[in-house]
């Protein structure tokens, strides 16, 4: 009997021993696996921290599109071989994901932001898109250009063009100006927004980060516009909100033609812009039978229209004239004329293919001479 308990004793010595060991062993493991991830992160974080010697100042490309990116063809040719002097980010609808069954561009494969919204064209929804964007691009501290694109919009030159020319000057390229004969401005958003500060042109900027920061950061001017500044409702958006019982009475006003150049006055950084747009947008003023709508969406070039003599005359334009400030803006770059826009837009994917093909895209800015 004496046998059998001294033996049970043992036994659980041996026991409570071997778990001492073991949680001895989980113990280290765990120290060792902090220390060890710990060490790691810390080198993570500083080299984010730390300039690497070879990198360049980027520029962020952000791509505002419905779904998938019909254009991506052209835009695979313009990055190739220019890895590290740019990112891109794309805002398209909620949910949807560019991986390998909706891009064949490595270049955009899974770069859609994860927090996109539903737009609606001359609401708000647009310009907050806008946000989301710069807030994902503002992330990376190498990102020191921002430059807005549409789905249907495309590169004129060669990436190594277009890179000099927007990193040539520190300022950014806003098209800016007066909006003296509209009559877009709300007086409710006085005295917030003061009407001498109203501003009018393109949403397709190009931001520096001090702008783009300015932009992200405000929470002032964009309840404003929330509020005050949507498209009149016209009968094609009738299924989508009641028909207005007045509707003559409604103000119109598309809030991504006003938000950032309004922003930027309020700011009084209107020195510290360029105050031309880089894309080329052809306005139609024929298409619409109403005078109200006229002009409200630029051209889209089709395939017959995707000539040398359409890209040549878009690359001519060396001086862009603002009627209602008296103003012409002369087109430069390194304090030498230079043709006024980098990018074009509205092109379908024939439009885009046929100049592609013929190599009329994506030159040297020599080469067109």
């Given amino acids: 009997m004496m046998m059998m308990k001294k033996k049970a004793s043992q036994k659980k010595i041996l026991y409570r021993w071997k778990r001492k060991v073991f949680l001895t062993l989980v113990f280290a493991f765990c120290l060792g696996s902090f220390v060890y991830f710990q060490a790691r992160f810390n080198g993570i974080t500083a080299s984010l921290k730390k300039p690497r010697l070879d990198q360049k100042p980027q520029i962020a490309f952000l791509f505002i599109a419905r779904n998938r990116l019909t254009l991506e063809f052209v835009w695979d040719s313009f990055f190739l071989g220019e890895d590290g002097k740019f990112s891109i980010y794309v805002h398209s609808r909620p949910g949807f994901v560019l991986s390998e069954a909706t891009t064949q561009s490595k270049y955009f494969l899974n770069r859609q932001v994860n927090d996109s919204i539903q737009v609606e064209w001359g609401e708000a ?71 001498h500060n109203w501003r009018k042109g393109s949403q397709w900027v190009v931001l520096n980060r001090k702008h783009a920061e300015i932009v992200v950061n405000d929470t002032i001017v964009l309840p404003m ?41 309020q700011k009084g950084v209107d020195s510290e812009l360029t105050r031309r747009s880089l894309t080329h947008s052809a306005w ?29 005359s878009i690359k001519g334009i060396d001086n862009i004239n603002y009627e209602t400030e008296y103003r012409r803006e002369w087109c430069t770059s390194k304090g030498k004329p230079a043709p006024c826009f980098l990018f074009a837009r509205k092109f379908t994917r024939p439009a885009a293919l046929r100049l592609l093909r013929e190599s009329i895209l994506l030159r040297e800015k020599e080469q067109d001479s």
């Fill in 125 to 195: 929804t647009m310009i907050e898109a806008e946000r989301v964007l710069l807030r994902h691009a503002l992330r990376d501290p190498f990102n020191h250009r921002f430059v807005f694109l549409s789905d249907s919009c495309i590169p004129l030159y060669s990436f190594s063009y277009t890179y000099n020319y927007i990193m040539s000057t520190p300022t950014s390229f806003v098209d800016s100006f007066a909006d003296t004969k509209d009559k877009r401005y709300n007086p409710r958003m006085d005295p917030v927004i003061h009407v």
């Fill in 225 to 265: 516009f929330q509020q005050h500044c949507r498209r009149k409702s016209l009968p094609e958006f009738w299924r989508d909100r009641p028909v207005p019982a007045e509707g003559w009475k409604e103000h119109n006003c598309i809030p991504d033609e006003h938000y950032v150049q309004t922003l930027l006055a």
């Fill in 284 to 312: 139609d003023l024929t298409s619409s039978k109403s005078n109200e709508r006229r002009g409200w969406h630029p051209m889209t070039y089709k395939f017959s229209d995707a000539t040398p003599n359409l890209i040549q």
